[in-house]
């Protein structure tokens, strides 16, 4: 569970999100503004963000703030190992993903995901689950999100691409048994995640998870 202090600064946030996009007078906005700088610096003394940054991506913000959407494509081959593709972020390994784009529907986010990440054609089969990202070993960071995580299965004859050198994002793409898993990017997958893959792989009728 994340600490205290991360829930009520991300409240600060949205009421100053929120205000600003609905002023009253002048010393609201003010007011609004100093909540939102005060968030900030709270977010950027804790997470993986300078009170800058954080700021930065506050600022970005318009509308009613509301949680990130991340989906993730899990592939399990007939070995029972998963595809992992390694983030060049920060060196380490993660279920093929992203935040979902405007316009697309979920599983348009994820199969889309999965083509640009492992270069791989597959579909969607199955949600395995909706998780709140703060409830399971995640570490803070500025926004809200929950992970939607599918359990997807290759085209007829479709196979993940080699590593395209100069790839912005990817650096590595593998099959790893469960037992023996690299250095997971906490960030986007963790080992729990990994297991309730492998899991919905091998009993379908599970139901799906949801926080």
């Known amino acids: 569970m994340e600490a205290r202090w991360l829930g009520w600064a991300r409240r600060m946030m949205s009421i100053a999100q929120n205000g600003l996009g609905h002023p009253g007078d002048p010393y609201d906005k003010e007011r609004f503004t100093q909540l939102q700088k005060l968030a900030a610096e709270i977010l950027g ?82 949600l ?42 990817i650096t590595g793409i593998d099959w790893f048994s469960v037992d023996a898993l690299p250095q997971l990017s906490i960030t986007r997958t963790t080992p729990w995640m990994i297991d309730r893959v492998v899991e919905h792989q091998r009993d379908p009728t599970l139901s799906t998870d949801f926080d």
Do not use: N, Q
């Open 45 to 126: 003394a804790h997470t993986d963000a300078d009170a800058g940054s954080a700021k930065e991506r506050l600022a970005m913000e318009r509308g009613y703030l509301t949680p990130k959407v991340d989906v993730r494509g899990a592939v399990v081959d007939g070995s029972g190992r998963v595809l992992l593709v390694r983030e060049r972020a920060d060196g380490a390994w993660t279920l093929p993903g992203g935040w979902a784009d405007p316009g697309d529907t979920p599983r348009e986010a994820v199969e889309r995901e999965l083509r640009e990440e492992a270069g791989l054609a597959a579909r969607a089969v199955k």
């Open 128 to 169: 395995i689950g909706v998780y709140d990202r703060r409830l399971h070993g995640h570490p803070p960071t500025v926004f809200d999100a929950y992970k939607l995580v599918f359990l997807c299965a290759p085209e007829a004859g479709a196979t993940p691409r080699a590593v395209i050198e100069g790839d912005l994002e």
